[in-house]
Each structure stands twice: as C-alpha cells, then as structure tokens.
C-alpha cells in the first residue's frame, strides 16, 4: 500500500509556471506506475500525464503536451509535475494517483491510490 500527498499548487498568472509534487511513503514505490489528474469544478477527473514505474516511458493528455512534464524520483519517493506556458483553463485540482502494475494506466478508474488533492488556479 502507499500513501500520496500532493504540494506546489497556488495561484500563477497566465504562462506562468508551477511545480507539483507528489511525496509517497510505504514500500516499492519504485513497482508503482504514477499518473496525474485534474478535475475542475461540475466536471470529471480528467488524465493528465503518467509514468512507468522506471520512468522510461510517459504518456501526456494532449491538452498538456509541450507545457507539462512528469517525472520521478525514486530514490526521494517522489513524482514530478513541471507546468509551463500556464493557460485559464488549467485550472483545477491537481490528484496524484499510483497503481504497482508495468503498464501505465491514463484512466483514472484504472489507479488504486490517491492523494487529497492540490488547487492550481491560473489567472487570466
């Protein structure tokens, strides 16, 4: 089992920058595939970006491709996300979610671990 909490989100201006991160405690956090996801209020959790479990391999939303970058540390227990080129409607709460599989899930019903959430507000 693990546990996640999510920091780094505030309020940015628009094409501002923010870095989320994503600290996980319990054992092999190295076996788990990682994901982000946002939902923004009256809408569903949306897929974000995800990691393999090493790292090698990730796999972003459109919406996000060539501004967000996720990464890891496995060593520090601790997953990455590097927001660039901010827009309004990145706004949303930002989950971190883990699943101990090879393949990398990028829906959310897919994940078996949640953190609580962290608010990134983008202003126009």
């Known amino acids: 089992q693990v546990q996640l909490v999510e920091s780094g989100g505030g309020l940015v201006q628009a094409g501002g920058s923010l870095r989320l991160s994503c600290a996980a405690s319990g054992r092999a956090f190295g076996a788990y595939a990682m994901g982000w996801f946002r939902q923004a209020p009256g809408k569903e959790r949306d897929f974000v970006a995800a990691?393999?479990?090493?790292?090698?391999?990730?796999y972003y939303a459109d919406s996000v491709k060539g501004r967000f970058t996720i990464s890891r540390d496995n060593a520090k227990n601790t997953l990455y996300l590097q927001m660039n080129s901010l827009k309004p409607e990145d706004t949303a709460v930002y989950y971190c979610?883990?699943?101990?599989?090879?393949?990398?899930?990028?829906?959310?019903?897919?994940?078996?671990?949640w953190g609580q959430g962290t608010q990134v507000t983008v202003s126009s």
């Open positions: 979610a883990a699943k101990r599989t090879i393949v990398v899930p990028t829906t959310a019903y897919e994940y078996d671990y």
């Open positions: 990691i393999s479990w090493i790292g090698g391999s990730t």
